[in-house]
């Protein structure tokens, strides 16, 4: 039989900017399950830097998938708030998004995973910009409120790690060179978060 396959849906958090390929947290995420016993691949990565939701419909347009897999992990829309991207448009592309990883996970939402936007105002890079923070972290939260919403109503799971982004996130361990992107180290700390709901939806019979 063959390794039970992850599928990792993303822009640079996912592709780990700044990391590592072993540092990605979908790698890392891989890693501990084959640690607890599950005999999962190396995820597949579908995921660039600097990626809106309409960029990576774009891309999966034209990926090649081989559903169904057994996770599925969808974290996305930094970019279109960086970009000053309008948060009615995001929530439809995000529910289309999502419905699509959930009919990639053979239709099973509970194996769909859907990670928060981290804050990447609290950062070194931020400040050297001189953006507001405060003004970052709430533009953040109504774009994680929209994906928790669209997660709720399709019988996705949620996950929180903004929370651990602002914790530290300005500190250096926790920080790519780049002084914006997360390190290894604080990946760690999201596989952490992510390991239990991964763990529950593995678990999960077909």
Known sequence: MAEPRLL???????????????????????????????????PE???????????????MDAAAFAPPYALVTLLIGVNNQYRGRDLDAYRG????????????AGGDARRALVVSIPDWGVTPFARAQGRDAAAIA??????????????ATQGAVWLDVTDLSRDRGDSAAMLAADGLHPSA???????????PAARRALAQPR
Do not use: H, K
């Not at 990792?8 to 072993?22: C, F, R």
């Not at 709430?138 to 997660?151: L, M, S, T």
């Not at 180290?185 to 390991?195: K, M, N, S, T």
């Open 8 to 42: 990792a849906l993303g822009d640079s958090y996912t592709i780990g900017e700044g990391v590592e390929p072993v540092g990605r947290w979908p790698m890392q995420l891989a890693a501990r399950l084959r640690a607890e016993g599950f005999a999962v691949a190396d």
């Open 45 to 59: 990565i579908v995921a660039t830097t600097g990626w809106t939701t309409d960029e990576l419909a774009a891309a």
């Open 93 to 104: 592309e995000f529910r289309a998004l999502l419905a699509r990883a959930i009919a990639l």
């Open 138 to 151: 709430a533009a953040i939260d109504a774009f994680n409120a929209v994906n928790r919403a669209e997660a």
């Open 185 to 195: 180290a604080q990946y760690a700390r999201w596989v952490e978060r992510i390991l």
